[in-house]
């Protein structure tokens, strides 16, 4: 038996999960909700962790009814992330360790969303589509490391969707991206915007800036509303998305898709690759958005597969990094 | 209990600042260290940063170029180091202190 201690705070959701081989015994999570028009800022950001993760930490022990004693590994962020939140967690993480007597592991956030995703819908070695407000990738696993087939080359789609909420002012609560998805329901004029795809990457730099400029003078001259360009803008980043998944589907020969990360949350993308997993007999894997949202247990997950492997993290190591790529990673765990 | 020397070293004319923080045993400190030591300064240049565990003192010794440099690493550093503390106070095991 092995129960981990998954500490996460990446960006704007801190979350702290408790998992004991396979089994979510708590997920604890808090969200820094910034107003209409506002996005998140580090330090903001790191001072709303700070003020909440020790509660959240009781929390996460008290809901899975563990003492400190029973934990055998503390798992945490490591990155990739928003630096002064992710150091947030990592001192709490860090302390506690070595308070309880308990070895460290530094996590890939990433790989914390695919391990999750895995493990709930137990999909067996799928096309991973890793959508969310700070990264989008599409991921594939072979021979100890998960590859990028293809990804952004400048922003994430979830970044593009932030910020266009951001021009319309609709509120962050309970995420940007939800509400989008609402008022893209309501919409009924399909606008032409730029659509990006390069190869097996894709561009959301270009369609932000056309949005962004364009909108004020096409609601306020009554060409189309807001529910008009949130539904036109899903429409173009999600094909987009489905795409290039497609493409790194047919380069691997991969039946299965697994949807990752904050985007895929999104009802009409899971609707959109589902249209297209059902044209190639494929198999969409999704979840919903305890699992889909940043949250501590899919930390605990990855923590829990590479602690099984015989990975630790010593101290000295266990700094915090801004930037860290999915394939940095040497998967221990599979074959 | 902090000591600020505003030293004009001929040879690098860097301000120093110099923190020292008493905890209640040796372990406390060390794991004060451990918690506050591995990640690297947010800023590249102009700022260098030093702790290190002396009995059951943290000492930290910053030198910088610029003030405003030096003021937010100490501030940033403050505010770690504060969140640490509660952590420790907070989820310490029963037994000891």
Redesign the interface.
């Known amino acids: 038996m092995t129960i981990v201690i998954g500490f996460e705070g990446s960006a704007n959701k801190i979350g702290i999960g408790i998992i004991r081989d396979g089994e979510v015994l708590s997920n604890p999570r808090r969200t820094y909700i910034t107003p209409p028009g506002q996005g998140f800022l580090p330090s903001d950001t790191a001072r709303h962790h700070r003020a909440v993760i020790l509660t959240v930490l009781k929390e996460a022990l008290e809901q899975a009814g563990l003492k400190p004693a029973d934990i055998d590994c503390v798992a945490f962020t490591k990155g990739p992330g928003m630096g002064s939140p992710l150091v947030t967690v990592a001192l709490v993480a860090r302390t506690v360790a070595q308070l309880w007597g308990k070895p460290l592991l530094g996590v890939n956030h990433c790989i914390g969303h695919i391990e999750m995703g895995r493990l709930i819908t137990q999909a067996d070695n799928p096309t991973v589509l890793y959508v969310s407000g700070g990264n989008t990738q599409v991921i594939a696993y072979s021979e100890r490391r998960y590859r990028i087939f293809g990804e952004t080359i400048d922003i994430a789609v979830g970044n593009c969707l932030d910020r266009f909420a951001r021009v319309i002012k609709i509120s962050n609560d309970p995420s940007p991206g939800y509400n989008i998805e609402q008022m893209a329901k309501k919409g009924s004029q399909y606008v032409e915007l730029p659509y990006t795809v390069k190869g097996m990457d894709v561009s959301f730099s270009g369609i932000t800036s056309y949005i962004e400029e364009a909108a004020h003078k096409m609601i306020s001259s009554g060409q189309c509303s807001a529910e008009d360009l949130c539904f036109s803008l899903q429409e173009t980043v999600f094909s987009m998305l489905v795409e290039i998944t497609e493409r790194a589907m047919a380069h691997c020969g991969s039946g299965e898709v697994l949807i990752v990360g904050g985007v895929g949350c999104n009802l009409r993308l899971q609707e959109m690759m589902g249209v297209m997993c059902e044209e190639r007999n494929a198999k969409l894997f999704a979840t919903d958005e305890r699992f889909c949202i940043d949250n501590g247990a899919m930390i605990a997950q990855a923590g829990w597969e590479m602690f099984r492997s015989g990975q630790v993290t010593e101290l000295e190591d266990s700094w915090i990094t801004q930037r860290y790529r999915t394939d940095e990673v040497e998967v221990t765990w599979r074959d | 209990m902090a000591a600020t020397d505003r030293e004009m070293n001929p040879e690098s004319e860097k301000l120093q600042f110099r923190l020292d923080v008493p905890f209640p045993s040796p372990r406390d400190a060390s794991?004060?260290l451990?918690?506050?030591?591995?990640?690297?300064e947010?800023r590249k240049g102009g700022i260098d940063k030093q702790l290190m565990v002396t009995d059951r003192t943290l000492t930290v010794r910053w030198s910088a170029d610029e003030a405003r440099i030096l003021r937010v690493s100490v501030d940033?550093f403050l505010?770690?180091l504060s969140?640490?503390l509660?952590?420790?106070q907070?989820?310490?095991?029963p037994a000891s202190q």
């Open positions: 794991i004060a451990g918690s506050l030591s591995p990640d690297r947010p940033s505010d770690n969140l640490v509660e952590t420790m907070m989820f310490a095991p």
